[in-house]
């Protein structure tokens, strides 16, 4: 089989795309493939990864034009086009290279981040972003002799958006964040929702308020891509939404 893999050099602005004809063996991962590439026949491919078993989010990038995390991806289910997913169309989709699906995977970086090298982006302003949503526990109240306890239904609905590993795979589908750069983007919002509803935290609304805004909250056009390809099965798109119900219900909504 052969995996096509975008090429970028920062310092010349040029880009292109190589060819690699590897042979592929039982299981083996797109990150795999990209190792095996780096072995035998280009140990100048860039590519960011570490824990190689779905939990870092260091390896998130586009493959076939999906974004997802190159340890998870398998190269065979690829080749006989399973698991694709439907997206709304969004920065990246539209690049003009054409591949053969059958015979060929096709690897490039996350859009809506810059490009560094390779299959390497830029995450500064991800976590930037990440960092202005104030992403630490904030308790309520001193800590109590035991543990706090928490509703078995609180649990649940906190864990679906504590799972993120912060890979931004999310951040590259959404079609907002492709187009405004100042837009907080998915991954944020979803964290801010999970310390928004966690009941150790304040009953206020302070939380909720950080994002009420167009950057925040309201920037959101509810295209779903970011829940369609969370590795994790994180939803920022519901998270959004009820925070967006709830500032409603209190009257305070803005445009701005
Ligand atoms: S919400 Fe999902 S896709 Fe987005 S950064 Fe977290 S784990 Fe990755
Ligand atoms: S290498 Fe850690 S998530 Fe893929």
New binding site residues.
């Given amino acids: 089989m052969k995996l096509k893999v975008f090429r970028f050099d920062k310092e010349t602005g040029e880009s292109r795309y190589d060819t690699f004809e590897i042979e592929t063996s039982t299981g083996m991962t797109v990150l795999s493939a990209l190792f095996k590439i780096q072995e035998e026949f280009d140990d100048s491919l860039a590519f960011r990864y570490s824990c190689r078993g779905a939990v870092c989010?260091s390896c998130?990038m586009l493959i076939n034009r999906i974004?997802g995390l190159a340890c998870r991806i398998r190269i065979e289910p690829l080749l006989r086009c399973e698991g694709k997913i439907k997206l709304r169309p969004f920065s990246g989709m539209e690049e003009t290279v054409s591949w053969d699906p059958e015979n060929e995977v096709l690897v490039e970086p996350l859009p809506s981040l810059p490009k560094v090298k390779d299959l390497i982006v830029d995450m500064d302003k991800f976590f930037e972003f990440y960092r202005e949503v104030e992403p630490t526990f904030k308790p309520a109240s001193n800590p109590p002799e035991k543990e706090r306890l928490m509703m078995p239904d609180a649990v649940n609905e906190l864990e679906k958006y504590t799972?993120?590993?912060?890979?931004?795979?999310?951040?590259g589908s959404c079609p907002v964040s492709g187009k405004d750069g100042d837009f907080l983007g998915?991954?944020a919002l979803?964290k801010l929702y999970r310390f928004h509803i966690d009941p150790r935290e304040a009953d206020d609304e302070s939380r909720l308020m950080l994002a009420n805004s167009k950057r925040g909250w309201w920037g959101c056009e509810f295209h779903a891509n970011?829940k369609a390809?969370?590795?994790?099965g994180?939803p920022?798109i519901e998270g959004i939404g009820k925070a967006r119900k709830e500032i409603k219900e209190r009257g305070k909504e803005t445009s701005k």
């Fill in positions: 989010g998130a974004p799972n993120c590993i912060l890979c931004a795979a999310c951040v998915p991954a979803a970011c390809v969370c590795p994790k994180v920022p």
